[in-house]
């Protein structure tokens, strides 16, 4: 089991940037395929990235050139990296893994990750 917590998120102007972290708990951090989700109000739980074991990556088309997801194995960390941010981007985020056996698969449905980091919460002012 690893426990999952995410830190990073507060309150920013549009076209400002921000970094999120989430640590995890473990000895076994590296097999696990990560993702960034976030939920804002009145709508669904939506993917935002996701990186492989390998370190390969994917994203949402809405954060596409704006928004970069990346592990630090050795720290046990990943990390999404979020610049030029819309009042849109507005939402709660969430880190999430999953065990895989296999380095190159990057998931990208919340329905594919078994463990959940609290949430941050990160607003964006007009």
């Known amino acids: 089991q690893v426990q999952l917590v995410e830190s990073g998120g507060g309150l920013v102007q549009a076209g400002g940037s921000l970094r999120l972290s989430c640590a995890a708990s473990?000895?076994?951090?590296?097999?696990?395929?990560m993702g960034w989700f976030r939920h804002a109000p009145g709508k669904e739980r939506d993917f935002v990235a996701g990186i492989s074991r390998s370190g390969g990556t994917a994203y949402a088309d809405s954060v596409k050139g704006r928004f970069t997801i990346s592990r630090d194995n050795a720290k046990n960390t990943v990390y999404l990296q979020m610049n030029s941010l819309k009042p849109e981007d507005t939402a709660v985020y969430y880190c999430?893994?999953?065990?895989?056996?296999?380095?190159?698969?990057?998931?990208?449905?919340?329905?594919?990750?078994?463990?959940w980091g609290q949430g941050t919460q990160v607003t964006v002012s007009s």
């Open positions: 473990g000895r076994t951090f590296s097999r696990y395929p």
């Open positions: 999430a893994a999953t065990p895989s056996e296999y380095i190159w698969v990057v998931h990208t449905t919340r329905y594919e990750y078994e463990y």
